[in-house]
């Protein structure tokens, strides 16, 4: 069984320097989204923090080696399922970004981990519990 | 350009009733995990979170109409890059579920807001910050 993924878009940044992880970088760049999926951004405001997918495009293919890596920093292999490497059997990255500007089709973005020219798969809403679920009923906001 | 992902494993449930969001979920299931990726769960440990990336397998393909759609319990269409509705551009879904077992290739879950028979594309750790990442320095650890 195959699935298809079509980018939305990509990512900008001029930083060629870039952290191995979002809860680490300062990097702001840009998510230039496809001009059709622009209405789909109207509630994405500054300041708040949203999800991105996106794909490590520049990975290597995922052999069995990659089952087990050694992060940068520590002593000792770990499970690919527990690390944020990039090569990994479906090569999807996460990062939890803020939104600094939001302008038509463009998003201002800081803290981002992806690579200039990174193509983007999807953007979702930060949730962190049931008190800022949009799909959740009001009574069960309060966490 | 196209981007081809292949499932890693499934989600089973008996739960027929399946919550809209794992916030407001308490549904048990498992992930069976292809024995072949099963060395890459050895670090996941009963009791912590992770994040299931999956294909929302059920979903209508998408099209304009679904640019800005009325979740349940709103008044008003919001942007979808803003909400977890399945009908988006790629469908990929995002759970932060509580690991309760992990048995060789299976990790039974709860929280789950997945149908039974969900392919999975990915597992990563639920990471919140610097001090649980474990791509990051540890002079970084601390938030």
Redesign the interface.
Known sequence: ????????GVFHTKTTDIP??W??SDVVGTIEIDE??G??????APGEK??V?F?FHKSKKFD?SF??QT????QKP????????PY???P?G?SVLEVLAVDKNIITVKHADMLDGT?I?????H?T??SN??????D?RGD
């Open positions: 069984m195959k699935i298809e993924m079509t980018p939305i191995r992880h809860s680490v059709m999926y209405p789909g951004l109207k509630d994405i949203i999800v997918l794909n069995p089952l087990n992060p940068p920093h520590r770990m499970g690919v399922f527990s690390i944020c490497s990994r059997p479906n999807i996460l193509p798969l999807d953007i979702k809403p949730i519990g049931t679920c949009p799909s959740c009923p009001e069960a």
